[in-house]
Nanobody
Framework: QVQLVESGGGLVQSGGSLRVSCAAS????????MGWYRQAPGNQREKVAH????????YADSVKGRFTISRDNNVKNTIYLQMNSLKPEDTAVYYC??????????WGQGTQVTVSS
């Protein structure tokens, strides 16, 4: 079994910063990428960012220049999402995922990020 545990969400004022973390554990054989999606009430789940096992990153246009995804080089299968210049429209539940090269996608339980105006 694979478990993903997110942490670090919360309430922040517009313009502020937050960092969310995701740690994956369990039977992970060949991780290809980890990343973040988010879902606001009434909206579809939106891909925010991902980072591959080789360190390549990709961002949604809506967060480019404000969010940074990174890996922990000391703790396997752990990633971070540093969110700066937060806007009310960034308010959502943020879900971490892990994608294996061959196999299913694993999801975390989600962490709430709320940005007040």
């Amino acid at each position: 079994q694979v478990q993903l545990v997110e942490s670090g969400g919360g309430l922040v004022q517009s313009g502020g910063s937050l960092r969310v973390s995701c740690a994956a554990s369990g039977s992970i054989f060949n991780p290809y990428a980890m990343g973040w999606y988010r879902q606001a009430p009434g909206n579809q789940r939106e891909k925010v960012a991902h980072i591959t096992s080789t360190g390549s990153t990709n961002y949604a246009d809506s967060v480019k220049g404000r969010f940074t995804i990174s890996r922990d080089n000391n703790v396997k299968n752990t990633i971070y999402l540093q969110m700066n210049s937060l806007k009310p429209e960034d308010t959502a539940v943020y879900y971490c995922y892990l994608e294996e090269a061959v196999g299913p996608l694993y999801w975390g339980q989600g962490t709430q990020v709320t940005v007040s105006s």
